[in-house]
C-alpha cells in the first residue's frame, strides 16, 4: 500500500482526463460493512482545500470514528489502491488532474481532552488549529496561542512541525498514537518524530495520525491568554492576506533570510500567471484571484523558483504540498 505525501510529476492531462472519464463509468458508491461510512467515485477536492482548486479524488472518504478509518484503509489495501491523507487542504496544491487511489479526510475526526491538574491536552487528528487555540484560551492553558492563525488541522501541524511567532508543534508535543500501514497502532514521541524546521520523519510515511498530545501550561486567567491569542490573530490578519484563497507561507525561510523578502526584493510582488497571483500584501502568499487553476499557481511557484536562484543563488524550498500531476509552462 502506498500513501502520497509530497511527489509532483509531469504528466499528460489529455491522457489522464481519458482514463478519469473512462473510470466514471463502472464506478458506485461503496459502503463500507459495520460502518456508517462512504467511499464515494470522482469527488471534486476544490471544495476540500484552502485554494480552492484541484481536480477529482478517484476515490474519496471521510471517516467520523477510528473504526471507519481502519475499514477505509483495509478497503484501500485489499484493492491495492495508494492513499492520500486530507485534513484542512489548507497547505496543499493538488493537480487539476486529481489524485488517484483513496483520498482520506480526517476533517470528522474531532475531539479534545484538556486536563487541568496536568495541563495535557490530548486531540483528534481532524481538529482545526485555530478553534483548538481559542478553546486552550478560554480555558486558561497557555503555550498554544501561537497557533490561532494557522488554518490547518492538529494531524498536518503535527506531521509539518507548523509553528508561527516563534513558537512550533515540536516545543508542546509529547506524543500521537499513529496508525501504521500494517493496521497496528502505535506511539510516537518527540525523539521518534526527529523535529526540525517545518519538517518531521511522519512526511511522506505510510503513516497516519490519530490523536496527538501536546503540553501546555494550565491555570492561568483566561482572560489574558485570550488577549494574547486576540494580539497574535490580529498580526497575522493585518499583515498577510487572508481576503482570497491561499495555502498561507508558499516557501520555507531560507536563514537567515525570509523567503518573503527575498521575493519581494527579486521584484516579483504581484506578479501573476493565469488567475494566480504574488499576493501584494506578503510576497510569501500566493493567492488565487478568481478562477486560477492548480497548473497557474505550480507555474508561478516555478517561476518564482528560478528567478529567486537567479538574483540570489538561493533555492527555495516550498512549504506547501504538492499532489498529483502537474504540467510544467
Not at 44 to 72: F, K, N, Q
Not at 128 to 133: C, E, F, K, M, V
Not at 233 to 256: A, I, M, W
Not at 280 to 295: D, E, M, Q
Request: with cysteine; hydrophobic share 40%.
Amino acid at each position: 500500500m502506498t500513501i502520497f505525501s509530497v511527489d509532483t510529476y509531469v504528466c499528460n492531462s489529455e491522457k489522464t482526463s481519458v482514463r478519469n472519464k473512462t473510470a466514471q463509468v463502472d464506478k458506485k458508491v461503496i459502503y463500507l460493512p459495520g460502518t456508517d461510512c462512504v467511499i464515494r467515485p470522482e469527488v471534486s477536492l476544490a471544495g476540500y482545500t484552502s485554494y480552492r482548486v484541484g481536480g477529482p479524488a478517484e476515490w474519496y472518504v471521510a471517516p467520523r470514528d477510528i473504526t471507519a478509518l481502519e475499514a477505509s484503509i483495509r478497503y484501500a489495501h485489499s484493492h491495492s489502491l495508494p492513499i492520500t491523507v486530507l485534513g484542512a487542504g489548507s497547505n496543499l496544491l493538488v493537480s487539476d488532474c486529481g489524485i488517484p487511489g483513496l483520498v482520506i479526510g480526517t476533517r470528522h475526526l474531532r475531539y479534545s481532552n484538556f486536563n487541568p491538574e496536568t495541563g495535557l491536552v490530548t486531540v483528534a487528528t481532524g481538529e482545526a488549529i485555530p478553534g483548538l487555540a481559542w478553546e486552550a484560551a478560554e480555558l486558561g492553558f497557555q503555550g498554544f496561542e501561537w497557533a490561532v492563525g494557522i488554518p490547518g488541522t492538529v494531524g498536518g501541524a503535527v506531521v509539518m512541525n507548523a509553528g508561527a511567532h516563534n513558537g512550533c508543534i515540536a516545543d508542546i508535543f509529547v506524543s500521537a498514537e499513529v496508525l501504521c500501514s500494517d493496521g497496528t497502532l502505535r506511539t510516537f514521541t518527540s525523539q521518534d518524530l526527529g523535529y526540525a524546521y517545518r519538517t518531521s520523519k511522519l512526511q511522506g510515511s505510510n503513516n497516519i495520525i490519530t490523536q496527538a498530545t501536546f503540553q501546555l501550561q494550565s491555570g492561568a486567567d483566561p482572560a489574558v491568554v485570550l488577549a494574547t491569542t486576540r494580539q497574535h490573530k490580529e498580526h497575522r490578519l493585518s499583515t498577510q492576506p487572508y481576503d482570497k484563497p491561499s495555502c498561507g507561507s508558499v516557501f520555507r525561510n531560507p536563514k537567515p533570510y525570509s523567503a518573503g523578502w527575498l521575493i519581494e526584493q527579486t521584484g516579483l510582488k504581484g506578479f501573476q500567471i493565469g488567475k494566480a497571483q504574488v499576493a501584494p500584501r506578503h510576497a510569501n502568499f500566493i493567492i488565487n484571484c478568481g478562477g486560477a487553476s492548480a497548473c497557474d499557481i505550480f507555474n508561478l511557484i516555478r517561476h518564482i523558483q528560478h528567478n529567486v536562484k537567479e538574483h540570489w543563488s538561493i533555492a527555495l524550498e516550498p512549504e506547501v504540498k504538492m499532489i498529483g500531476n502537474f504540467q510544467i509552462a
